[in-house]
T-cell receptor, first 110, second 111 residues
Framework: NAGVTQTPKFRVLKTGQSMTLLCAQD?????MYWYRQDPGMGLRLIHY???????AKGEVPDGYNVSRLKKQNFLLGLESAAPSQTSVYFC?????????FGPGTRLTVT | GENVEQHPSTLSVQEGDSAVIKCTYS??????FPWYKQELGKRPQLIID?????GEKKDQRIAVTLNKTAKHFSLHITETQPEDSAVYFC??????????FGKGTMLLVSP
């Protein structure tokens, strides 16, 4: 089992560009999450999904959109990237209480 | 919504000493309190968790205590080793659906 994987690992965007981050899990988990991690700020929830076809807003959803068309995939989109979205993005999934995290995507917006 | 405060933000100890990290939460409905460890450049990983019907839980050198009345919980690491050096995050949840994380504690264990 690969567990939770994220694509890409690194990305540099210019302000105003768009991109999609892919999270994939092979553990048949119902719940999936997108977090951002900034220095001194901990992990903050962007959006999450409680099952295929569902999405919900987290603590910091502005500027991001998500889709969960297949149970194993959770996509995070940035329509018009801003420097404030420079961060490390982590995806996580779970069925029981423990959340399993992916390796992260480091995104820089210039 | 839930608010989790974590202290200290950095903690330096000598190898073999004990380390204690403290968290407080605001939502009395929270009933699940995990602790995650994140090594430099790695993903967060669960090290121990506690539910609100339990006051203390131990796993070898790590333990977590919970005081529901005061709304605080703590992570205790005994006999610290250099490989314990990492950032530790506490979190709180009501019913597991979403976690609210503290801002993290960077633990440095010096040989």
């Amino acid at each position: 089992n690969a567990g939770v994987t994220q694509t890409p690992k690194f990305r540099v965007l210019k302000t105003g560009q768009s991109m999609t981050l892919l999270c994939a899990q092979d553990m048949n988990h119902e719940y999936m999450y997108w977090y951002r991690q900034d220095p001194g700020m901990g992990l903050r929830l962007i959006h999450y999904s409680v099952g295929e076809g569902t999405t919900a807003k987290g603590e910091v959803p502005d500027g991001y959109n998500v889709s969960r068309l297949k149970k194993q995939n959770f996509l995070l989109g940035l329509e018009s990237a801003a420097p404030s979205q420079t961060s490390v993005y982590f995806c996580a999934s779970r069925t029981g209480p423990e959340q399993y995290f992916g390796p992260g995507t480091r995104l820089t917006v210039t | 919504g839930e608010n989790v405060e974590q202290h200290p933000s950095t903690l330096s100890v000598q190898e073999g000493d004990s380390a204690v990290i403290k968290c407080t939460y605001s939502d009395s409905a929270s009933n699940y309190f995990p602790w995650y460890k994140q090594e430099l450049g790695k993903r967060p990983q669960l090290i121990i968790d506690i539910r609100s019907n339990v006051g203390e839980k131990k796993d070898q050198r790590i333990a977590v205590t919970l005081n529901k009345t005061a709304k605080h919980f703590s992570l205790h690491i005994t006999e610290t080793q250099p490989e314990d050096s990492a950032v530790y995050f506490c979190a709180a949840s009501s019913g597991y659906s979403t976690l609210t994380f503290g801002k993290g504690t960077m633990l440095l264990v010096s040989p």
